[in-house]
């Protein structure tokens, strides 16, 4: 049976018989109803678990296409900057393509998961004394001259590729979510997504489009501000950016849906990041979480509640009138980051090795 993004979406992709099919089964990732978001917010909640893909991020989608693009165009080596899952997941696709890939990574600002990722998979990985957007700088430069293909989200078949994740929403929803809650770092999904919803719109697939509800960390919010920012900060590396590459098509998505781009503390993202794991059991990376702490902010607010009420009575048009529903994009595996799992929680106490110690512990006796 074919088996990935492009043989399932490949009438909406920039394929033709002459692409190469380079695929490790990425995407028809699970749409998880959140029944204990559902009740604090009182819309119903549904995750999107992108962590499910084969190396645990939502890059796949993107990665399979820029990778098929990148041999059919004769390519024989890939390169990207990256905060650590276009590393890891370029790294695996280039495996597959029997190519060379190289990683320019931030020094110290990598999840181990990630970098242990890129290495297993043999990609180079150079690690520069300076953050993700000057190494993306750099290997802008570096492609502009040398015959390797930049798979970075500039890169328009990672746009692409990732569009996928919004119909496969819409084909389990049965139609678009009312509201599509995302992380926001160097803006390609958030682009990607709502490219994917507009085209199904176009073909029909779907009546409404969702509101887009972007968010990015407080420590790095270029978006929000409205500037760059130079020194970007935040414990949720895989948005640690400050001058956002698919900038313009974040303000697009937001704008045309009449959706926002707003920040969220670190703390909220840990906030979120736990109940996730202890409320709902799904454990993701520090950044997915942004997505979730948002919509809680949102909802404290009462903006889900006052655009229910803002509708004009008596002809509810079609969206209105259905119940509302809030897609969460869950970007990334919560075990690409196993440190902040183990500094956000005790450690097990050590006891003697006997049944009457264990029993004690756990309160039995
Ligand atoms: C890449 C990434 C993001 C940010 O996505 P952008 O397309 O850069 O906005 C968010 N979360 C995770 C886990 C990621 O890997």
Known sequence: ????????????????????????????????????????????????????????????????????KAVEDGYKAVICASTGNTSASAAAYAVRAKI????????????????????????????????????????????????????????????????????????????APTYQAIPVGNAGNITAYWKGYKEYKAKGKIKDLPRMLGFQAEGAAPIVKGYPVKDPKTIATAIRIGNPASWKGAEQARDESRGLIESVSDEQILAAYKLLAEKE???VEPASAASVAGVINLSKRGYFKRKAQSAPKGKLTGQAKRKAQIVCILTGHGLKDPDRAIQSIEKPKVVKANVEAVLKEIKFS
């Open 1 to 68: 049976m074919p088996s990935g993004v492009i043989n399932h979406y490949k009438d909406f992709l920039p394929v033709n018989e002459k692409t190469p099919i380079i695929t490790l089964d990425e995407g028809d990732t699970p749409l998880i109803p959140a029944p204990y978001l559902s009740r604090f917010i009182g819309i119903d909640v549904f995750l999107k678990y992108e962590g499910l893909n084969p190396t645990g991020s939502f890059k796949d989608r993107g990665m399979t296409l820029a990778v098929s």
């Open 281 to 283: 059991g799904v454990f």
């Open 100 to 175: 060379k890939s190289v990683v320019v990574i931030p020094e110290g600002a990598i999840a181990l998961g990630k970098l242990a990722q890129a290495l297993i998979h043999n990609a180079q990985v150079i690690a520069i004394k300076g953050n993700f957007d000057a190494a993306l700088n750099i290997v802008k430069e570096i492609t502009k001259k040398y015959p390797l293909a930049l798979v970075n989200s500039l890169n328009p078949y990672r746009i692409e590729g990732q569009k996928t994740a919004a119909f496969e929403i819409c084909d389990a929803l049965g139609r």
